[in-house]
């Protein structure tokens, strides 16, 4: 199957600080990805559709000026949290469709922690 | 607008035993597809069994199969010979079908899946 990777999985930054988190698709072009947050035990809430070449779409309640997504190449999209605080502390996680039902293939997430 | 819902936060099975995850959702679409995934303690999202709503028979992967009727906008998720490995945070998950790759995902709050030794 197709697979996606994220980078870094791990991150703990200052309050105040910016952190860029990146999706690649390693095997397959994604004109698309998916940005996911996840609290523990919580089910995925998606916060933006990343588009290759153009403007991500985000979800209602989503600030774009704190999350900021680019989505430069049609393997790689990037997600900044922007001036990051303690409540920013999450589960990332990014996602790719492909194939002939265009499912989701996911990237492994990023823990974040703002202290 | 669609909606998934898993009415069992948590579940638990015996090693070797069957088990049912139950997932309804509502929709007013005629084509779309439906998904069950798995969520181990690694957090790594894998994709369990796809359904396709225009296919009237029941997908089934090895040990995984589904229950799926539409008329009751039901789509359960039976798991046999349950495994140690299978323990994970189940989602059931909704996506409208039709032309390009930009269709989100609509998601269940997820089951809990216990498996006892």
């Known amino acids: 199957g197709a697979v996606v990777s994220q980078h870094p999985s791990r991150v703990i930054c200052k309050s105040g600080t910016s952190v860029k988190i990146e999706c690649r698709s390693l095997?397959?072009?994604?004109?698309?990805m998916f940005w996911y947050r996840q609290f523990p035990k919580q089910s995925l809430m998606l916060m933006a559709t990343?588009?290759?070449?153009?403007?991500?779409?985000?979800e209602q309640g989503v600030e774009k000026d704190k999350f900021l997504i680019n989505h430069a190449s049609l393997t790689l999209s990037t997600l900044t949290v922007t001036s990051a605080h303690p409540e920013d502390s999450s589960f990332y996680i990014c996602?790719?469709?492909?194939?002939?039902?265009?499912?989701?293939?996911f990237g492994p997430g990023t823990r974040l922690t703002v202290l | 607008a669609q909606t998934v819902t898993q009415s069992q936060p948590e579940m638990s099975v015996q090693e070797a035993e069957t088990v049912t995850l139950s997932c309804t959702y509502d929709?007013?679409?005629?084509?779309?597809?439906l998904f069950w995934y798995k969520q181990p303690p690694s957090r790594q999202m894998i994709l369990v069994i796809r359904?396709?709503?225009?296919k009237q028979q029941n997908a089934t992967e090895n040990r995984f199969s589904v229950n799926f009727q539409k008329a009751a906008k039901s789509f359960s998720l039976k798991i046999s010979d349950s495994q140690l490995g299978d323990a994970a945070m189940y989602f059931c998950?909704?996506?409208?079908?039709?032309?390009?790759?930009?269709?989100?995902?609509?998601w269940g709050l997820g089951t809990s899946l216990a498996v006892n030794p």
């Open positions: 998950a909704y996506r409208s079908a039709g032309a390009g790759n930009n269709r989100k995902l609509i």
């Open positions: 929709t007013s679409e005629s084509d779309y597809y």
């Open positions: 095997d397959f072009q994604a004109t698309t």
């Open positions: 990343s588009n290759e070449g153009s403007k991500a779409t985000y």
């Open positions: 359904q396709e709503a225009y």
């Open positions: 996602s790719a469709p492909s194939g002939a039902y265009n499912e989701q293939f």
